[in-house]
């Protein structure tokens, strides 16, 4: 899509906490794709912030001792500090207490009164006193309080509404017509769903004599705005909305509002309608992205489970850390965090495939080339085959972030460098130099230092650091790269001196590798023979008929915790089988994946379901991981 300007948007974050990896994921996602946005050399605006009034901040300063604002200006220093920490180039950061936030709220709040958008009436209610807070009596059993079982007190009092209920019908027709505009689908189809009951207006108001932590009405002093309805409204106040109009024009509409799957109704029913009583237009794309889970559990404080950000990138390095979240999550879905997951995927991805190539390639340019780049002669049918993936993967990685399957695109990416790790083994650079075969050992290393260049330019908005570094390892410098110039094959000069060496991605030990003690010393190789126990002839292995399958469905099997059922392909053939793993996979992480099965086996019934053929898997410690398939292999193909 060609874009005049780009403008990204993050939820703003309530001060009440020290920020967690939920915070980081979309804050990095919006920087990714702001990065990406201006190598491509469109104007492009990043806004985050924090939301610093309400109820939840006005709560954590009371205990604290202090005041809202005093606790807002301590916690605000976490976010700020984790996002310089993470490499985040936002352009704004806005805070809900600054002047021209609160005074943007106030003149809408202002204009929407005037035009009688906005009405004064009675409110009854079931209110917790402890709480402060007014219950519906459908959420109210019994008449108590549903949090602390307290009995309810019936309350009337007068609160300003939102006629946001008039524009039901406006706000269904709009979603219908413009299918961009709740993203992925099945939320969009959530919102439609939430559309199919009546509509309320919208209580806007709240009380001082309750909650005095708020921007105040303009047109009533005795009440403060409810926080929604102020937070929302950051995303035009911080661009100018309504005293700088000019400014205002440039970035308006918005690109991406990025957004977590819990506040879905605030972005896409309250927010649009407050825009259409204000005549303003629509954002384009409300973007809900899943929860990241620990395990199957949802992360919290009081549980305990709170992966720290911070901690991570401490730990791991900030890019990698960027990768793992960009690259594991499935936009839309939720996903699953583990350190092990973590460590599995760096080890794989940065430093056997990137990591290994750059090393590879330039250990050999410099003991054989004296650190200089050589021209490459004559082109095969190899390098014609990475010089393809490579100049494709930029391709992927546009449409990837077109559809924001941003994890197939930066797969895309990582197939490359592990394709180009192939082709080094297939071309065996190593021998070409002892051969003294030049003009083909400068082809090899031509073909793969471009394709590095190609590589490192496509992750760079993911992993700048990194990135930049391995640029200047290619002979670079540490420049930005241009989009355009990741289609173009060629650009590395011929002569250019390489820069120094350095490891990028340090193997890292998986956990369980480092907790238990080191092996004993390896136990001397004894000489083959019949005699060895447990030694195998080929005949008895080539009995056992291993075959690649495709995963066509899969569920879990019911009243069977540690089971999923999987429907395959197998070649031409289609079949089911039941294998222990429903607690290292959920069933769609493997739809689609290319797994190896033993075919020949007595088909078994197991908790009365057939199985015919058992998958093979890796046990790790208490983890399993399926043996899949690399590159594109069809199914029923034998391994031998
Ligand atoms: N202040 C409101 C947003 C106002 S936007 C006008 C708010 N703040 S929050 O700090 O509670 O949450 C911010 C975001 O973090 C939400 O998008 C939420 O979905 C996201 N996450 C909180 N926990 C999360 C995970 N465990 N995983 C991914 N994101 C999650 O809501």
Redesign the pocket.
Known sequence: MNRKSFYVTT????VNDAP????A??TILADVLARYHRLLGVPTRFLTGS?EHGQKVQRAAEKAGVTPQAHADRTVVHFLDLWRKLGVTNDDFIRTTEPRHVQSVQKILAGLYERGEIYRAEYDGWYCVPCERFFMEKDAQDLKCPEYGRTLEKLTESNYFFRMGKYQEWLVEYIHDHPKFIQPDFRRNETLGFLQKKLNDLCISRSKKRLSWGIELPFDRDYVTYVWFD??V?YISAIGYPGDPGMFARWWPASYHL?????LTTHTVYWPVMLKAMNLPMPETVFAHG??LLGDSK?SKSAGNVVNPMDMAEKYGVDAFRYFLMAEMVLGQDASFSEDAFVRRYNADLANDLGNLLSRVMKIVASNCGGILPAPGPEGEPEQVLREAAIGAAGAMERSIEAMRLDQGLGAVAGVAREANRYLEKRQPWTLAKEKRADELNTVLYTAAETLRIVSGLLYPVMPGKMLELREVLGMGAREPAIADLKVWGLLKPGTAAGAMRILFPKVLPKAETDVPAPAAAAPKKAPGPAVPGVIEYGDFAKVQLKTARVLAAEKVEGADKLLKLQIEVGAEKRQIVAGIAQFYKPEELIGRTIVIVANLKPAVIRGVESNGMLLAAAVGKDLRIVMVDGEVPSGAAIR
Do not use: E, F, Q, R
Not at 20 to 23: K, L, N, P, Q, V
Not at 259 to 263: C, L, Q, R, V
């Open positions: 939820p703003i974050y309530y967690h990896i939920g915070h994921y979309t939301d937070a929302l950051n957004i977590g799957k819990d506040i929860w990241w992360m």
